[in-house]
């Protein structure tokens, strides 16, 4: 390659180099830290006042009535990314060993397992809400016209039963993506390696757990960390299918919704407090930050060069 | 994976195998049904009155019953949605393209002083959530006076998808030859030139690729336009579908109408490329 020698080939990468830069500083770094900046001020409406040290990290995290509304909403962040860990990366893995054979079919079943993840999250959460409508719903009508009548009932109105009837929209829209990175990864075990077990062990057991599953390491180790950061992001379904309060109850509440509250106010209560709103971001940005970095060192860990 | 059969010469073996691709083979259809019962339903209710939803909801429609989608397209905003949508996602992939095969290719084929920080400048950007930085950014757009103004989702898009854009670009551009970039450089070619005439021709496919996988997150989001845009004309399609969802709630038709309208571009889309959109939306993951 070229040294860097001459003034106008050094003019040629500054030229290609600075704009999207210049991007990237702008809308995403500057705007990151100023966040942590903000969090540490009083705000009055748009307007920043003076400095108040930890006080706004002291509110949202131990004063009352703050701090209910985020510990509450931290549970069921932790509730949801455990449920889809299964529902979505479990059920994910499976379906990538079962496309992974290349049965007849395969090709047609992996297009369809992919083609959720595609649909804006917005136009499943609506769809979903209607299919749990209590009376005209899908889902109950279902249940009734095979028996289960008894089984019918109010999904996404009871505390219960709300935040499962999210997480299911939630994996049903995104299962196809763990499932192909899955299979991406499985597709790069060398024949060798699956000639050699299948002469020493007939059981599909054995042969997934010692020789598929840490083989396909890296791929886990990708997915498993965008739904931790999914998971405490979580906004959108829970905002088009249970509404700004988290409904019934708080019981659908999440980091992501208390904090656009926090930050924007509600109809019904129009307060934004940009101080909290930057202290709860800030927090959420250091936990997943913290714990996206510690899944990352940790799987790596037994990642195995092929 | 015929060799699998191969392996089972005895026949409890050949049963076994068989036994397994069964069970395999159903549950494959069973997740495909189930992937696509939902679609198949919101479709078919489209072309049903409400009534007919209620009572029949897996029934086949009459597919000339259009008034639903007649009423989507006259009597809401969706075309303008549609379009808004289609101009913001166009402009920024555009953007983003070029942007970023502009930073890849300085990286990937020049040496210089602080190339290596400056990719991992673009790479910390990757994973970082930017919707918890949304308190500056809509400070910084009302300063630029880019609020209620598209402007403001094309910048914020731009820089979100510049990171996976230089991460994919770069990889690739590494992979080209320099033979012909040195052979146009002896003939006395310029820098642009070359970039231009011999070594972009080659990066299309990378392109497909890192466009497809900015495509789906812009075309779908719905964050930023919640911030930014207030005004009913500015709003994107995933925006506007929360207006009218409110508005028609009680007709149901004309709901599952609406989603049906605003899935059908992404969807035919997918149908048509879904190898690339597969490769596209999973390439960031896998290395």
Redesign the interface.
């Known amino acids: 390659m070229p040294r860097l020698r001459l003034t106008g080939r050094g003019l040629w990468i500054t030229v290609l180099i600075v704009p999207p830069l210049a991007f990237v500083a702008l809308f995403i770094v500057y705007p990151i830290i100023s966040a942590f900046a903000y969090a540490f001020f009083e705000w009055k409406g748009m307007a920043r006042g003076q400095f108040v040290g930890f006080d706004n990290f002291y509110k949202v995290l131990f004063a009352p009535p703050y701090a209910s509304y985020t510990w509450n909403a931290f549970r069921n962040n932790v509730m949801v990314f455990f449920a889809l860990m299964v529902l979505q990366n479990g059920v994910g893995f499976l379906l990538a060993y079962c496309l992974w054979r290349g049965l007849p079919g395969a090709r047609f079943h992996r297009i369809a397992v992919f083609l959720p993840v595609v649909l804006s999250t917005i136009i499943v959460g609506y769809m979903f809400k209607l299919f749990y409508h209590p009376l005209f719903g899908v889902v109950n009508i279902s249940l009734k016209s095979v028996g289960l009548g008894a089984l019918a009932q109010p999904w996404l109105g009871q505390d219960t039963t709300a935040l499962w009837s999210l997480v299911v929209a939630n994996a049903w829209h995104m299962v196809g993506f763990p499932a192909l990175v899955f299979l991406a990864g499985m597709q790069r075990i060398p024949g060798e390696i699956l000639d050699a077990v299948r002469m020493e062990t007939e059981s599909e057991w054995v042969k997934i757990s010692k020789v598929v599953w840490p083989l396909v390491a890296p791929s886990a180790t990708v997915v498993f960390v965008l739904l931790f950061v999914g998971a405490f992001n979580w906004f959108e379904i829970p905002y088009v299918m249970a509404g700004l309060d988290g409904s019934p109850y708080g019981s659908t509440d999440v980091l992501g919704l208390l904090f656009y509250r926090t930050a924007f106010g509600t109809v019904s209560s129009s307060t934004q407090n940009f101080g909290m709103g930057s202290a709860l971001a800030v927090l959420i940005f250091l936990f997943i930050a913290a714990v996206a970095s510690v899944i990352t060192v940790k799987l790596r860990a037994r990642e195995i060069e092929l | 994976?015929s060799?699998?059969v191969e392996?089972?010469g005895d026949r409890r073996?050949l049963l076994?195998t068989l036994g397994?691709?069964g069970l395999?083979?159903i549950?494959?259809?069973a997740?495909?049904v189930?992937?696509?019962a939902?679609?198949v339903?919101?479709v078919f209710a489209a072309f049903k009155t409400?009534a007919q939803?209620?009572q029949h909801?897996?029934a086949l429609p009459d597919f000339t019953h259009v008034e639903n989608i007649v009423k989507i397209w006259t009597e809401t905003n969706f075309l303008r949605y549609l379009l808004n949508s289609v101009f913001v996602t166009g402009t920024s992939i555009t953007l983003v393209l070029a942007?970023?095969t502009?930073?890849a290719?300085?990286?990937a084929?020049?040496?210089?002083?602080g190339a290596g920080f400056?990719l991992m400048?673009?790479l910390a950007?990757l994973?970082?959530?930017?919707?918890?930085?949304?308190?500056?950014?809509f400070?910084?757009m009302?300063d630029l006076g880019a609020l209620n103004t598209p402007f403001s989702l094309i910048?914020?898009y731009?820089?979100?998808g510049?990171?996976t854009t230089?991460f994919i670009m770069t990889g690739f551009i590494r992979t080209l030859p320099?033979e012909l970039e040195d052979a146009a450089?002896m003939d006395g070619a310029s820098?642009?030139r070359i970039m231009w005439s011999i070594m972009l021709p080659l990066v299309r496919p990378a392109m497909v690729i890192a466009g497809i996988q900015n495509l789906?997150p812009i075309?779908?989001d719905?964050?930023f336009p919640l911030?930014f845009i207030q005004n009913d004309n500015l709003k994107t399609?995933?925006?506007g579908?929360?207006t009218f969802?409110g508005e028609y709630n009680s007709n149901?038709g004309v709901?599952?109408a609406g989603?049906t309208l605003?899935?059908a571009p992404?969807?035919l889309l997918?149908?048509i490329l879904?190898r690339q959109?597969?490769n596209g939306?999973?390439s960031g993951?896998?290395?």
Not at chain 2, 109 to 113: D, G, N, P, S, V
Not at chain 2, 127 to 137: D, G, M, R, V
Request: hydrophobic content about 65%; glycine content about 4%; overall charge positive.
């Open positions: 994976m060799a699998a392996h089972y073996g076994g397994r691709d395999i083979q549950i494959l259809i997740n495909t189930i992937m696509l939902p679609i339903i919101m409400s939803i209620y909801p897996f942007l970023g502009m930073a290719y300085a990286i084929r020049y040496e210089f002083w400056i400048f673009f950007g994973t970082l959530p930017l919707k918890l930085a949304i308190i500056p950014l400070i910084l009302r910048l914020v731009v820089a979100m510049l990171p230089v320099s450089r820098e642009a789906v075309w779908n719905f964050f911030i399609l995933p925006q579908l929360t969802m149901w709901l599952f989603l605003s899935a992404i969807v997918y149908i879904s959109f597969i939306m999973t993951a896998v290395k």
